[in-house]
């Protein structure tokens, strides 16, 4: 994620650029998610991941995990909706 980093270091806020979750909503096809540390749920219609930012809550249609390790999380199916809550513990 190069062009993400460089852009949050050129707005001036390197604890966004390295640190908390990162999502990139992939128009209708999906989304990629960094720093996750666990699926807490997941399901066709919705999943809950945890990150160290905190919890993040997605609902869309036809979802499915097609890559996940190393704190990256590629999720496939049409999203609808996304929310974060920071600092949120399960």
């Known amino acids: 994620m190069r062009l993400f980093e460089e852009l949050v270091r050129e707005l001036g806020d390197e604890e966004i650029a390295f640190g908390g979750a990162k999502i990139v909503l992939l128009a209708g096809r999906g989304a990629y998610f960094e720093n996750v540390k ?18 993040v809550s ?12 190393g704190g990256d999380l590629l999720l496939r199916g049409r999203v609808l909706r996304v929310e974060l ?3 949120a513990r399960r």
């Not at 699926?39 to 945890?50: E, R, T």
């Not at 997605?58 to 390790?69: M, N, P, T």
């Open 85 to 87: 809550e920071y600092g």
């Open 38 to 55: 666990s699926i807490f749920s997941l399901g066709k219609d919705g999943a809950v991941l945890l990150t160290r930012g905190g919890k």
């Open 58 to 69: 997605v609902e869309g249609e036809g979802l499915a995990v097609a890559r996940y390790g």
